[in-house]
């Protein structure tokens, strides 16, 4: 098998660690509030800042490196003409209160970015000021609480299956409302179980569907009679919306509420983290009480409408993620209704081909049709004294990303493995092909990966016990 | 895809077609979307530009209040753009992300060396959300209290974001007036001030653009009460301004967005967050640490992560999960290129003109500027001779936005006629010529 990755290792200093002390002189602040040492900042060449920030991009791994399966992540090939859109001036030159007469251009784009959002996730209307998807999620929730509270209503739990993102659960702790993890039945939400749980204190469900196994929660209708029957409201996570468009919508699954990821189903670069794009909508009923401003338009020109009647306020300065917002704008455009359905099926049939290929190499539970990701056990590794985290680490060794590990929670060893649409037959066959050669090499070669990356096996114990968090706090 | 790729795929899941595997979306649930279809690259290009082109972006702009015109060095575009970095995610394999967590661990030392906290994490979304954020970490270091206060002088965002992030909780959030002078009202925070507060929050500069000067003041508050201090402020300041850490700050937050960021219509920028070290298991956010690899060679990886929602659950310090990571990286690569005294010289400059503007429409029949007699850095008010939005739109008709309204804000409603007027390094004499004779002729 080719183990042929090689990634760049250059021993550096930090270039923090070149900063020459000095005072400052000519202070023009009061006396009181003025530093008196300057920032502990070197002062370098530009062009050695340039070189140093160039080399550390060489020990980084991206989508346009290599295979980039990160389960629940969607992490889709980035096309780069939204790079170059987000990079014009017109985009990236325009100050947040700027006259609205001056920002028609955003303006329309954003009018028609939630109007198409609107349409693929079947919801009535969309903010899109969250900066990313828990932060949607948390936006919803603020929907819920403030719907319930002018239903004078006290509703003080949120119900969530055991397979839930750890966002969800997050999002219902912050805003202290009391959670209610329901088991799951066949790695699908039990009816009766939800039915127990639901009642008069029960504000909202959250699910994502296909869930975080890949599994199509066929009975999400149902659920929502129970849910609205008991006065609650549904909230359907977005992160794999991936799997659904242009099939069915969470509207048309009788969700109340959602948010979008941005960066994971239209195409937009996750950046080594973010930044990401969470909008949300929400049904007629709910539309008075989005955050504002949301764009309107008005006769022949757009407006930012701060007056909505039960509106929960904001919840980021100005009006999200404009940049990010734009790149899926053109993704959603150049894609268009044909696009966005054949990306979907085919991130259905990668993960299913995937599926089938691997599902000999480790085990596979729950029933085998899988919607855009799916989840393997890796519990056999231990007959070996190995873990899922042992084979992770020798997967970069053969140039792959590692998928997911850990999660969801209720499979031993879990590997969470989620190829996209825009990889071919040829890389996915490379991918199983790495999986089963290291089935069948020794212990010690998987247990001292990985050996091709910039360094060895990272210390994460040794990091905790030290935190070091900072250059300033390594003594 | 190939037709004879997808076959070979189909044969190996022994089905005919790919609608085959969509059968259990049941057919009740089927939509049809009712969209436009694809375009070629070529169509969508012009399209979208002609959209953009709809944007008047040529005005002389002295708009500020939170997001700022700075000039931006070519490298900060052309390291960001590396696609080895921006179409990677957050770094939970580290031995394969080195690059991304080394250069998040700069960016964390640079904020650390700027506000005098050593802790650190790798961005909020915002500079409003990171002080929710640091407003719910407060009450985690001190429970005892249910008030927290703000005071008058922040963003009007600031209030209903942290109202929001506090729903469901026993929590007041009170107001802290301000003086004629446009800081703080000691009297009054003293007098709301007390066992019951949980902390309180001092933004410098503040909304006017003013320093606060009552830093030991605060301090001392700070240690009587065994409360929270939580500061507000903007990084480029913070080369010249004495470091939060060093006045008793807690936690300091704000938006790096001065530092290598377009202003990119508020969005997306850095909330930068900083905090004690004793504190850091109270974080929220990802935080990057050093340590080593198997070999002894210094390696970095994500850590304190039983913090996190992906670990740790309904019992983690946030939902955080995807952040504004490339844009902490443009603002590391911004300050390296500026350097100690590349920084300096800029905050220096960004103050001059600053000052220098308002000392000339203060010479103008009507004007007041500032209007706030306080220090301030590159942002003041200005008391108005007529409406504040009927000045702006005059101006607008000459190519010129003068400055936020600022009494058309319910919040400062209570204030004459004013605006506040941002002047950066970017403003030529041509543009400030520009402002001034607009300001001249509307008023005339």
Known sequence: MNTDYRQARYKMDLLMERGEGRMLKDNPLPEGIARKKAPDIPDLPKHEVVR????????????????????????????????????????????????????????????????????????????????????????????????????????????????????????????????????????????????????????????????????????????????????????????????????????????????????????????????????????????????????????????????????????????????????????????????????????????NYLREKLQGVLDLPYKPLRKHEFVLSGKRLKDKGLKTKDLAKRLLDYGYHAPTIYFPLLVDEALMIEPTETESKDTLDGFAEAFASIMDEDEETIKEAPKNTAVGRVDETKAIRDSVLSYMMRD | MTKREEKDMLDLLEIDEVEQLFEDIPEEVRVELDMPEGLTEMELMSKVKDKLKKNHIESSSFLGAGIYEHFIPSAVQEIIGKSEFYTSYTPYQAEISQGMLRALFEYQSLIAELTGLGAVNTSMYDHSTALAEAVLMSTRINRKGDTFLMPKNTHWDHDPILKNYLRGKDIDMKLVDHDDKGQIDIEDLKEKIGDDTIGFYVGSPNIFGILEEEVDTFKDLREDNGCVMVVGTNPLILSLMKPPGEWGADIVVGDSQPLGIPMAYGGPSVGMFSCRKKHIRRMPGRIIGETEDSQGKRAYCMTLQTREQHIRRERATSNICTNQALMALASAVFTFIQGSTGLERLAKENYEKAHDVARRINELEGFEAPYFKSEFFNEFTVKTPMDSDSLYGECQKRDVLPGVPLDKKEKFSSLPSSMLTAVTETKTEKEIEKLIVALKEVVA
């Open chain 1, 52 to 351: 140093y920030f160039n080399r550390l991009s060489q020990m980084n791994y991206g989508i346009d490196t290599g295979f980039y399966p990160l389960g629940s992540c969607t992490m889709k090939y980035n096309p780069k003409y939204t790079e170059k859109l987000a990079s014009l001036p017109e985009a990236t030159d325009i100050h947040p209160y700027h006259p609205e007469e001056f920002s028609q251009g955003n303006l329309e784009i954003m009018w028609e970015l939630q109007n198409s959002l609107a349409e693929l996730g079947g919801m009535h209307s969309v903010s899109l000021q969250p900066a990313a998807g828990a932060h949607g999620e948390i936006t919803g929730l603020m929907i819920a609480h403030q719907y319930h509270k002018d239903n004078n209503e006290e509703r003080n739990e949120i119900i969530l299956p055991d397979t839930a993102h750890g966002t969800n659960p997050a999002s219902v702790s912050m805003l202290d409302y009391n959670l209610l993890e329901i088991p799951s039945k066949e790695g699908c939400v039990d009816l009766d179980a939800l039915e127990e749980a639901a009642g008069d204190n029960t504000a909202v469900f959250m699910i994502t569907n296909p869930n975080t196994l890949g599994l199509f929660e066929k009975d999400a209708c149902q659920m929502a009679e129970i849910v609205h029957d008991a006065g609650g409201l549904l909230y359907y996570d977005g992160a794999n919306l991936n799997a659904i468009m242009g099939k069915t919508t969470p509207g048309a699954m009788d969700f109340d509420i959602m948010h979008f990821n941005l960066h994971k189903t239209f195409g937009t670069p996750h950046g080594g983290g973010g930044p990401g794009s969470g909008p949300v909508g929400v049904t007629e009923e709910l539309a008075s009480y989005l955050p504002v401003p949301i764009v309107e338009k008005k006769g022949d020109g757009y407006r930012l409408n701060y007056d909505l009647e039960n509106t929960i306020g904001r919840v980021k300065g100005f009006y999200g993620n404009w940049l990010v917002l734009l790149k899926a704008y053109g993704y959603i455009l150049k894609e268009g209704k044909d696009g966005l359905e054949r990306a979907t099926e085919r991130a259905v049939l990668n993960s």
